[in-house]
């Protein structure tokens, strides 16, 4: 693949709009709480959209187009079964505490909900993952750069990151928010066009059905066995372990998305949020996971005529991670190409931005200014937190060259945040749902949660992965091992938090009003119209979703 | 002008136009001449980048 003029003058723009973005912002900066939290002044569609794109980085979008080639049409379960529910859920039950609460990151709910040292577990946790996320984002463009457009790797990590960095520390959040939208847009309108044409060459979705393995096209009908289908689960594993536990947890406390929820401007908007956000997200398989299943149909013997293949790695076997580059590189001539590249590119920086705004929030209000240096000048917060909006790009760009080096990094700083992320929801349900937990019960729960998930890994053996302590059992995916982690550190976070609360002291009642559901007023929507109430609009959403998985059983 | 680059909606519409005009510049300098591609996706961006721009949000400020 090679690009002409029009292609970089179109990335130029691109690189112009992000910066310039960041300098008309910088001019509305004039505290810690509107770099860090855009001081809860952001219009619901901006929030809406920054909601999804938040969660749009690279790995969902080349990741998805790879799994649905890989995988087919069951991929559409990590939105219509492992989002969708979730987001109605944060929503309707949990917004209300997010921002009732008036805390400013979700470890500082934690923090007055429970103590000190479950907020403290919570933020570093997160501030870890989220700055080696940014690296690892990093990585994977600069190396998706090299592999298709040979450009050259340490000159990607370094422009990549120094134009995130000149636009996150001049606007801080409301920027990055600002950018996401942008990108959202950009990915969505970039990618569209591909997708109609190369569903045009694959004969459209009824060829596509008689081309390819039934499995490959129904979602559910083959989930009664798990050696009937491509993932390799059974649609309990499924349920449970991604439609309840990684999904709940991931949209309904990862504070990466709950923090786009959290800056808009006033309660009713905030709650609206992730649902406006869950209808974009409903449709987003069109975009990520239809070109897979198209891509794998292109080269069925009936379309082999069409030139199209999926690039083989040097084992041999297919590289499904490059199968959106090499469908834009198959489909796009001079011009629009350089549209889907810059749509790659926004994707990256998307989820890097949206790693790196979360972290600096998170370090400055929850590690910094709770446990280091209290009692500042807010002057003195906003510069903290524009210096570690720069080490948190630093320290990025060296997690991306330690990933250069050592490629099983990224297998394990996944494997660690799995371990982190599974146990969380159950720590949030209990806390916003029964005022009897404790914060020696959140806080060894989570403990539990996380050794019962690497214990849980070290026994398990999936696709030659997991089973360090002794490889007793073995699951046929990689995907099933994940589900089955995530459920059972659930499952431990759950029963431990009960048990160590119920042996501990509780907090008193008053100071959990507006923090758990039995001791906080209800929001009262009836004197809204009802498609402006969450509740009908996400009961609207569920139907449809519902609807979805049967029209593609 | 300033005044509407603080607009978002504003932001992207024009982005998407001057976008929308390099794809059609490519396609009427001729250096790629025969791409259709670039032509329907260079007027759809053209005609979404307007109406962002010109169908703002009464009082939206944002």
Same mark, same amino acid.
């Not at chain 1, 949030?428 to 539990?448: E, N, P, Q, S």
């Not at chain 1, 009003?513 to 809204?528: A, D, F, I, N, R």
């Not at chain 2, 001729?30 to 169908?55: P, R």
């Given at each position: 693949?090679?690009?002409?003029?029009?292609?970089?003058?179109?990335?130029?723009?691109?690189?112009?709009?992000?910066?310039?973005?960041?300098?008309?912002?910088?001019?509305?900066?004039?505290?810690?709480?509107?770099?860090?939290?855009?001081?809860?002044?952001?219009?619901?569609?901006?929030?809406?959209?920054?909601?999804?794109?938040?969660?749009?980085?690279?790995?969902?979008?080349?990741?998805?187009?790879?799994?649905?080639?890989?995988?087919?049409?069951?991929?559409?379960?990590?939105?219509?079964?492992?989002?969708?529910?979730?987001?109605?859920?944060?929503?309707?039950?949990?917004?209300?505490?997010?921002?009732? *609460?008036?805390?400013?990151?979700?470890?500082?709910?934690?923090?007055?909900?429970?103590?000190?040292?479950?907020?403290?577990?919570?933020?570093?946790?997160?501030?870890?993952?989220?700055?080696?996320? *940014?690296?690892?984002?990093?990585?994977?463009?600069?190396?998706?750069?090299?592999?298709?457009?040979?450009?050259?790797?340490?000159?990607?990590?370094?422009?990549?990151?120094?134009?995130?960095?000149?636009?996150?520390?001049?606007?801080?959040?409301?920027?990055?928010?600002?950018?996401?939208?942008?990108?959202?847009?950009?990915?969505?309108?970039?990618?569209?066009?591909?997708?109609?044409?190369?569903?045009?060459?694959?004969?459209?979705?009824?060829?596509?059905?008689?081309?390819?393995?039934?499995?490959?096209?129904?979602?559910?009908?083959?989930?009664?066995?798990?050696?009937?289908?491509?993932?390799?689960?059974?649609?309990?594993?499924?349920?449970?372990?991604?439609?309840?536990?990684?999904?709940?947890?991931?949209?309904?406390?990862?504070?990466?998305?709950?923090?786009?929820?959290?800056?808009?401007?006033?309660?009713?908007?905030?709650?609206?949020?992730?649902?406006?956000?869950?209808?974009?997200?409903?449709?987003?398989?069109?975009?990520?996971?239809?070109?897979?299943?198209?891509?794998? %149909?292109?080269?069925?013997?009936?379309?082999?005529?069409?030139?199209?293949?999926?690039?083989?790695?040097?084992?041999?076997?297919?590289?499904? %991670?490059?199968?959106?580059?090499?469908?834009?590189?198959?489909?796009?001539?001079?011009?629009?190409?350089?549209?889907?590249?810059?749509?790659?590119?926004?994707?990256?920086?998307?989820?890097?931005?949206?790693?790196?705004?979360?972290?600096?929030?998170?370090?400055?209000?929850?590690?910094?200014?709770?446990?280091?240096?209290?009692?500042?000048?807010?002057?003195?917060?906003?510069?903290?937190?524009?210096?570690?909006?720069?080490?948190?790009?630093?320290?990025?760009?060296?997690?991306?060259?330690?990933?250069?080096?050592?490629?099983?990094?990224?297998?394990?700083?996944?494997?660690?945040?799995?371990?982190?992320?599974?146990?969380?929801?159950?720590?949030?349900?209990?806390?916003?749902?029964?005022?009897?937990?404790?914060?020696?019960?959140?806080?060894?729960?989570?403990?539990?949660?996380?050794?019962?998930?690497?214990?849980?890994?070290?026994?398990?053996?999936?696709?030659?992965?997991?089973?360090?302590?002794?490889?007793?059992?073995?699951?046929?995916?990689?995907?099933?091992?994940?589900?089955?982690?995530?459920?059972?550190?659930?499952?431990?976070?759950?029963?431990?938090?009960?048990?160590?609360?119920?042996?501990?002291?509780?907090?008193?009642?008053?100071?959990?009003?507006?923090?758990?559901?039995?001791?906080?007023?209800?929001?009262?929507?009836?004197?809204?119209?009802?498609?402006?109430?969450?509740?009908?609009?996400?009961?609207?959403?569920?139907?449809?979703?519902?609807?979805?998985?049967?029209?593609?059983? | 002008?300033?005044?509407?680059?603080? $607009?978002?909606?504003?932001?992207?519409?024009?982005?998407?136009?001057?976008?929308?005009?390099?794809?059609?510049?490519?396609?009427?300098?001729?250096?790629?001449? $025969?791409?259709?591609?670039?032509?329907?996706?260079?007027?759809?961006?053209?005609?979404?980048?307007?109406?962002?721009?010109?169908?703002?949000?009464?009082?939206?400020?944002?």
């Amino acid at each position: 693949m090679s690009l002409h003029f029009a292609d970089y003058l179109i990335i130029l723009v691109y690189f112009i709009f992000v910066i310039g973005v960041g300098f008309l912002i910088k001019k509305k900066i004039k505290s810690s709480n509107d770099f860090l939290t855009s001081s809860r002044s952001i219009p619901l569609w901006i929030t809406s959209l920054a909601f999804i794109s938040a969660n749009l980085g690279a790995q969902e979008v080349i990741g998805m187009v790879a799994s649905g080639a890989k995988y087919g049409i069951m991929t559409v379960h990590f939105y219509w079964v492992g989002a969708i529910f979730a987001m109605v859920f944060l929503g309707v039950f949990m917004m209300p505490f997010y921002y009732g *609460s008036r805390a400013r990151s979700v470890p500082e709910y934690l923090s007055l909900r429970f103590d000190e040292k479950t907020r403290g577990l919570n933020a570093i946790s997160f501030a870890v993952m989220t700055v080696f996320s *940014s690296g690892i984002s990093l990585y994977a463009l600069a190396k998706l750069m090299e592999t298709i457009l040979h450009w050259d790797f340490d000159i990607s990590i370094w422009v990549s990151a120094g134009i995130v960095m000149v636009y996150t520390f001049l606007g801080g959040l409301t920027s990055a928010v600002y950018n996401e939208v942008l990108q959202f847009f950009l990915i969505v309108l970039g990618l569209s066009p591909l997708v109609i044409i190369a569903l045009q060459d694959a004969g459209g979705w009824d060829n596509i059905k008689a081309l390819l393995q039934p499995e490959m096209t129904h979602a559910w009908k083959y989930m009664g066995n798990a050696n009937d289908n491509p993932m390799g689960l059974h649609f309990m594993s499924l349920i449970f372990g991604l439609g309840f536990v990684m999904s709940f947890g991931y949209w309904c406390t990862d504070f990466l998305v709950v923090q786009r929820a959290m800056i808009a401007k006033n309660m009713g908007d905030a709650q609206r949020t992730p649902i406006i956000a869950a209808i974009p997200k409903m449709m987003m398989p069109l975009i990520v996971v239809l070109p897979g299943i198209i891509a794998i %149909t292109l080269m069925q013997p009936a379309l082999l005529s069409k030139g199209y293949h999926i690039p083989t790695a040097a084992n041999g076997e297919l590289d499904y %991670t490059m199968t959106l580059p090499s469908l834009i590189a198959h489909y796009y001539p001079t011009g629009i190409l350089g549209v889907g590249i810059t749509a790659l590119i926004a994707s990256f920086m998307s989820g890097m931005a949206g790693n790196v705004t979360a972290f600096n929030s998170v370090f400055t209000f929850d590690i910094y200014q709770s446990y280091f240096v209290k009692n500042k000048s807010d002057r003195h917060y906003l510069l903290v937190g524009k210096g570690v909006t720069v080490v948190g790009i630093l320290i990025s760009i060296v997690t991306a060259y330690i990933a250069k080096s050592f490629n099983n990094i990224n297998d394990f700083l996944q494997l660690v945040f799995g371990f982190v992320n599974g146990p969380l929801f159950a720590t949030f349900l209990l806390g916003m749902f029964w005022k009897r937990a404790t914060g020696h019960g959140a806080f060894w729960g989570l403990v539990a949660g996380t050794a019962a998930a690497a214990i849980t890994h070290g026994v398990t053996v999936a696709e030659g992965k997991g089973g360090w302590i002794a490889p007793l059992y073995t699951i046929k995916s990689g995907m099933g091992q994940a589900f089955i982690v995530a459920a059972i550190s659930w499952i431990f976070n759950f029963f431990t938090t009960i048990f160590v609360s119920l042996v501990t002291k509780p907090k008193p009642d008053e100071q959990l009003k507006g923090l758990v559901y039995s001791l906080t007023e209800k929001p009262k929507y009836h004197q809204q119209k009802w498609y402006l109430r969450v509740v009908p609009l996400g009961l609207l959403l569920l139907a449809i979703t519902i609807l979805l998985n049967f029209i593609f059983f | 002008m300033l005044k509407k680059l603080n $607009d978002l909606q504003f932001v992207i519409g024009l982005f998407f136009s001057v976008v929308s005009v390099i794809l059609l510049l490519n396609v009427l300098l001729g250096n790629h001449g $025969d791409s259709n591609l670039n032509i329907y996706t260079g007027t759809c961006f053209l005609v979404f980048g307007l109406a962002m721009m010109l169908i703002r949000g009464k009082g939206n400020g944002q």
